[in-house]
């Protein structure tokens, strides 16, 4: 594949396994996420289950918690053994998304973590 897109669609699924230290600014907030849909292609996410995990993540998307290895593992294996219905729950997503986020949003979202950074607050 020569671009990202092609790349995301070559997979059959796309895994953000992320460290808690990394998800300071919630579940389901990566770009790459939000990408993985708009292509289609099934998520596997890891989750702080001590945040909140965006409605449309958590019924279109396999969500485990970020500590868990085993419960990676085994969404990996129900994401290739169940692979039709993931990839239908996907296009949901992506379908979701695309009424939802918008690259006018994901500029406001990202100046707004910016600006938070620099007054010192959390993202939380």
């Known amino acids: ?23 300071l600014h919630g579940n389901g907030n990566a770009q790459k996420t939000m990408e993985y849909f708009a292509c289609g292609r ?20 396999i ?3 970020h500590e868990d290895s085993l419960a990676l593992s085994s969404a990996i294996d129900i994401a290739l053994e169940q692979q039709k219905h993931w990839e239908v729950k996907a296009l949901e997503a992506r379908a979701s998304l ?11 979202s990202t100046f ?11 993202l939380s």
């Open 98 to 108: 695309m009424t939802t986020h918008s690259w006018k949003s994901v500029v406001e």
């Open 112 to 122: 707004a973590i910016i600006e938070r950074f620099q007054r010192g607050k959390r």
């Open 1 to 23: 594949p020569r671009t990202l897109r092609e790349y995301i669609a070559a997979s059959d699924f796309c895994v953000n396994a992320m460290k808690g230290s990394k998800l």
């Open 42 to 61: 099934t998520v596997i996410e890891t989750i702080d289950p001590a945040l909140p995990i965006p409605a449309w993540l958590d019924a279109n998307g």
């Open 63 to 65: 969500c485990v918690p």
